[in-house]
Every structure is written in C-alpha cells, then in structure tokens.
C-alpha cells in the first residue's frame, strides 16, 4: 500500500499521539455531508477508543492511495502508510465494521499488536499460514499450468492480498489444483459463458469464484473446500 503524501496529513501523522481514521471522497466536496459520512462522525465520536479523525476530498485521478470509492483509511502515529483501510458505501453494515475496525486499532495501537493479530482470530491466522505456505510453495509448479489459468491464479492471489488490508471478509484461497480442477470442470460446463467466464446459472465470474476455497458450485460440480 502506498503512504500519505498530502503534506498537512503528513505533518499530523508525524507528530499525532492518537491513531488517525481519515475519511477520503472524490466527489460531493461541496456538498452537504452523506448519510455514510454522518454515520461513520457519529460512531467515532461514541467510540471509545481516541483517535483523529479527519477528511480529505481529492479528485479520483489524484488519489496516492490505493482505492477511487469512499474510503477509510487507519493509520498508526509516525506511520505514513495506512496499517489497514475500508471501502464505503450504502450497501457496506458501516456501524457494525467501522466498530470492529476501531477495536483493531487500538489493539495495534495500546497493544503494539500487528495487523493480523488485532484483527483476526487465532483460527484465521492459522488459515492465513496455511494458504500463504501453499502460496509460495506454487511458485515451483504455476508455471506448469496454462498461461490463462495462471492469469486467473495471480488475480485469485491479489484479491487474497486485497481482503487481508481491506478489513473485509478473509477471501481464503484453494490449493492450486483445486482451482485448476474446478475451473477445468465450469470450462466444460454448457452454463459457462466463454466471453466473460460468467456462470449463468449464479452469475458468478468463475476465474474468481472458482479459487475462493466458501465457493461451491450452484450445480453441485464442485463443493465447498472448507
């Protein structure tokens, strides 16, 4: 993730004594503040975990960070990179994550806790060990794989690194093989729409789906890996 480079930001993480969450938006600067916004001051004002909290409208073009939505972004004294961020938006539960997301940071900050550790329980860090070991024990044999399917694997794999800093639902992969066999099976089914490998009867993008180890197949093809 890329760190803050607006310089009054940079000036406040530097010298704050208390996590910051920044509220950053790319469009409405003028405008009154959106339910989502007041929601968010709201739960933060009642929270009681102290932090800064601040909001910062830039164009999407411009945006050092990572994400062009409304966004939250939480950052630790003297660290200019956001430890974590979350999207938002009117189909996100924001009391209930921007909740869990408060107690995270100040785990990370009072407890000098990581990430991982503040945020996820001892079973889904044990998850993340495991995916994360056959992850890099795949580098050996992806090359074996077709060139389309390694496509698909490394964009499985971005969304694995993507829901780790989102502060979203763990996105726990499958085991190279098992993608491979699973999307090999959607690539025979007739329900598989070859322009946009959507399934039809779901609806799903299946190089996606199929490597998320919840995904099952709505036809019963392939089940649930956990």
């Not at 989502?36 to 929270?47: A, D, L, T």
């Not at 959607?186 to 399934?199: D, I, N, V």
Request: charged content about 25%; hydrophobic content about 35%; glycine content about 4%.
């Amino acid at each position: 993730m890329l760190p803050n480079t607006n310089p009054a930001l940079t000036e406040i993480i530097a010298t704050a004594q208390h996590p910051i969450v920044l509220f950053v938006f790319s469009e409405g600067c003028e405008n009154e503040p959106t339910k989502e916004q007041k929601e968010v001051e709201e739960i933060i004002k009642n929270s009681p975990h102290k932090v800064l909290y601040y909001t910062w409208c830039i164009a999407e073009n411009l945006m050092p960070m990572p994400r062009t939505a409304t966004a939250l972004y939480f950052f630790l004294p003297a660290n200019q990179t956001p430890v974590f961020w979350r999207t938002v938006n009117p189909h996100t539960n924001t009391s209930g994550n921007l909740t869990n997301d408060m107690e995270t940071l100040n785990k990370m900050f009072t407890q000098k806790m990581s990430y991982e550790e503040a945020r996820f329980t001892p079973e889904e860090r044990n998850k993340i060990v495991e995916v994360e070991n056959f992850l890099e024990k795949e580098k050996e044999t992806l090359h074996t794989f077709p060139s389309n399917f390694q496509m698909t694997r490394n964009l499985a794999k971005e969304f694995w690194k993507l829901g780790k800093a989102a502060a979203t639902g763990l996105p726990v992969l499958v085991p190279v093989e098992v993608g491979y066999n699973r999307l090999a099976i959607c690539e025979s089914c007739p329900k598989l729409q070859k322009e946009s490998y959507r399934c039809s009867a779901c609806g799903c993008f299946m190089k996606t789906k199929s490597q998320i180890a919840v995904s099952e197949c709505p036809d019963g093809k392939w089940k649930s890996y956990v």
